[in-house]
């Protein structure tokens, strides 16, 4: 296992309700997490890519996990994930696909495009909690992830 203080995980989500229930059920079960989140598709572009607002790298570190959801304004999420697994900085970063959509064409093309994984919302709070501990215990506590590069954050330590 590998930790990674802090692990830095990009959420991009534009459903406020969304957003704080995956923010409730991340810091509730392990700490030492950063999540920064984007409401939309061009925001999530902009952040992974340096520009506006986000050029400041100490502001904007680099993630050490995605969390994109599919139908988000501006740019889809298809788009996010095509543009981060074409540029050669971002490739490396796992993409975890979180959306509504459980369309078979949708996944399909989210995995083609790079994702390392697809998880579909459930509709009830308990079954989304039990989701998202064993996207915790999988992602944050089982996986390994290669180290940060020189000047993106935080290196990688061995537990």
Known sequence: ??????????????????????????????????????????????????QGVFSDPESSPRPDLILLDLRLPKVDGLDVLRQVKLDAGLRIIPVVVLTTSGADPDIGVAYVLGAASCLTKPTSFQEFTLM???????????NRLPARQEGEGAAHTAS
Not at 132 to 142: D, G, N, P
Request: hydrophobic share 50%; net charge negative; charged share 20%.
């Open 132 to 142: 998202m501990e064993a996207f915790s215990r999988y992602w944050l506590e089982l």
């Open 1 to 50: 296992m590998s930790t990674q203080l802090p692990f830095i995980i990009l959420h991009i989500e534009d459903d406020p309700a969304h957003a704080v229930i995956v923010r409730r059920n991340i810091a509730g079960l392990r700490a030492g997490i950063q999540l920064n989140l984007v409401k939309d598709g061009g925001a999530a572009l902009e952040y992974l890519f340096r």
